[in-house]
């Protein structure tokens, strides 16, 4: 993914429903684009893979659950299934951005807003998926563009 060229897919991965968003052309901003709501991981890889071939993409950007000390719990290891299943499914880069506090950021600015309990639980998820990417995003700007020196994904893509 370097060079900055194309957007990004944004994702939330969770249990029952998974956050979506999408970057601008620029990779400048991320913005909110759906919340699917997928019970079997399967199921919601098959929607990420279409959506993002739909899309476009460059890139899919997966939030990556880490405990706040930085250690891998069960979260983690069915993020790591969900992006095997993902990769089985197409061939745009995946890469993994921690997660920490994403769902805290945007239920905080839900509720800053006014919004109903019942509405933030439809759309948080695809918030906190803005809130991954624009992460992601703000670092590549900072490190001078994805893939290099000080990229933005550490580990080197997925898988």
């Not at 060229?5 to 939330?12: I, K, S, W, Y």
């Not at 052309?25 to 079997?40: G, K, M, Q, V, Y």
């Not at 803005?130 to 995003?137: A, H, K, R, T």
Request: charged share 30%; aromatic share 6%; proline share 5%.
């Amino acid at each position: 993914m370097s060079g900055g060229e194309g957007r990004l897919l944004g994702v939330d991965y969770g249990e029952r429903r998974t956050g979506i968003a999408i970057s601008d052309e620029s990779r400048t901003i991320a913005f909110p684009r759906e919340t699917l709501e997928c019970p079997r991981p399967e199921q919601a890889a098959a929607a990420v893979a279409r959506i993002a071939a739909a899309e476009r993409v460059a890139g899919i950007v997966v939030g990556w659950p880490v405990n706040m000390n930085g250690t891998e719990g069960p979260r983690t290891e069915r993020t790591r299934l969900f992006m095997d299943e993902v990769a089985r499914r197409t061939d745009i880069p995946l890469h993994r951005w921690d997660e920490r506090l994403s769902t805290k950021i945007a239920e905080d600015a839900l509720i800053a807003a006014g919004t109903r309990r019942e509405r933030r639980k439809q759309v948080v998820d695809k918030l906190a998926a803005q809130v991954i990417l624009q992460g992601y995003l703000d670092h590549a700007a900072f490190a001078g563009g994805l893939g290099g020196a000080g990229g933005a994904d550490p580990e080197g893509g997925w898988p």
